[in-house]
């Protein structure tokens, strides 16, 4: 849990003891459910946690917002964001109901108030939130239709969707026809794993609406 605290050197004590529990838990869910593969699971504070944190090098979710992760998995990137962010809330969904309620178990356990999880399909979420997360669910012209209208309208230039990525993005971009900042997580995190990682961001206005 070293390399979190040396990135994020303003973590309370309480904070760390939190990704200290998320580590624990997350090592025993994915022993049953296989969240992330088997041979990352050394690694991962440095290729999820961390990973997941990368978007908070980008943007700072305001106290008082809301946050949407679609396709969470076993909680990524959403788990970390809300050990972060404790004043902002946080809605994770994802359509297989097995790993939403590993991530409902895990923040039961560290008592993390700000979070909640739901078996749904992305296309499906009627709610509407400041800002969109993700971590490798679907292409970008795939994806964004999914989420588009699901932003709150009072946006800024901040709000959008942040979505984790790796490799060349330039055709991706292109074929979903967005606004599109990358920015590159290789800036902030020195391991070689982070070399081809991005945050890709696309403001909510980024459809002309
Ligand atoms: C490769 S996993 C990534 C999980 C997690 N974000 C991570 O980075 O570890 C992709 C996840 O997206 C979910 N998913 C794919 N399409 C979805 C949809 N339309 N709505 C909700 N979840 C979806 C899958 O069930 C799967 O758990």
Redesign the pocket.
């Known amino acids: 849990m070293d390399i979190l605290a040396r990135y994020f050197p303003d973590l309370t004590d309480h904070q760390k003891r939190h990704f200290a529990q998320l580590e624990t838990e997350f090592r025993s869910w994915n022993e049953r459910l296989n969240?992330?593969a088997r041979t990352d699971v050394d690694n991962l504070a440095e290729r999820?946690f961390l990973h997941s944190l990368g978007i908070a090098k980008v943007v700072q979710f305001p106290a008082g917002s809301s946050v949407l992760d679609?396709?969470?998995?076993?909680g990524?990137?959403g788990l970390p964001l809300a050990i972060l962010f404790p004043e902002v809330k946080f809605h994770l969904?994802?359509?297989?109901g097995k790993?939403i309620r590993a991530v409902q178990e895990m923040a039961h356990t560290l008592g993390l108030h700000n979070l909640t999880a739901e078996q749904?399909?992305?296309?499906q979420v009627r709610a509407k939130y400041d800002y969109v997360v993700?971590?490798?669910?679907?292409r970008l012209a795939t994806f964004h239709p999914?989420i588009a209208h699901r932003y709150k309208s009072q946006g800024d230039a901040t709000t959008g969707l942040y979505y984790l990525k790796g490799g060349d993005l330039t055709e991706e971009i292109e074929e979903s026809g967005l606004i599109a900042h990358v920015h590159n997580l290789s800036d902030y995190f020195q391991e070689e794993f982070f070399e081809t990682k991005k945050v890709v961001f696309v403001p909510t206005t980024s459809d002309g609406r």
């Open positions: 969240l992330v999820h679609v396709g969470t998995g076993g990524l990137p969904v994802d359509s297989i790993k749904t399909r992305a296309e993700s971590r490798a669910v679907a999914w």
